[in-house]
């Protein structure tokens, strides 16, 4: 009972990143992600639908879908991950459910969701 105890106070110290309770299924957000390309590192910024959140302590993470030049990619982002560097919500949008794998069938028509107000 004790270990659990320390671990979960470490683990509120080091959770600087509140992204998680902020951001929502169905939202549409923007994620900075640090890039080293040789000897430079540079921030990469792209644009997903959050699909799916799980939460597991320290494990947090979210499952994002994107479009990149016509192909559809699903991503996981590990929110304590030392390469995201920032998240933005652009549009804020309403699902009924708490994940929306059903989009992965659909086309890009289909997949509208009500825009609630941020």
């Known amino acids: 009972m004790a270990n659990t105890k320390f671990v979960k106070k470490i683990e509120t110290k080091l959770s600087f ?5 902020e951001v929502r299924v169905g939202d549409f957000i923007k994620v900075g992600m640090k890039i080293e390309d040789g000897l430079k590192k540079r921030i990469q910024f792209f644009e ?3 699909i799916a959140k799980k939460n597991a302590n320290s494990k947090n993470c979210l499952i994002l879908r ?3 030049q016509g192909i559809r990619v699903e991503r996981i982002l590990f929110l304590d991950s030392p390469l995201v560097s920032q998240i933005h919500i ?3 949008f309403k699902a009924r459910q708490s994940k929306i794998y059903f989009y992965r ?8 969701l009500k825009q609630r107000l941020i």
């Open 90 to 92: 652009l549009r804020a």
């Open 105 to 112: 069938n659909r086309s890009k028509k289909n997949t509208r």
């Open 66 to 68: 994107q479009l990149i």
């Open 17 to 21: 990143k509140n992204y998680f309770d």
């Open 48 to 50: 997903a639908t959050v």
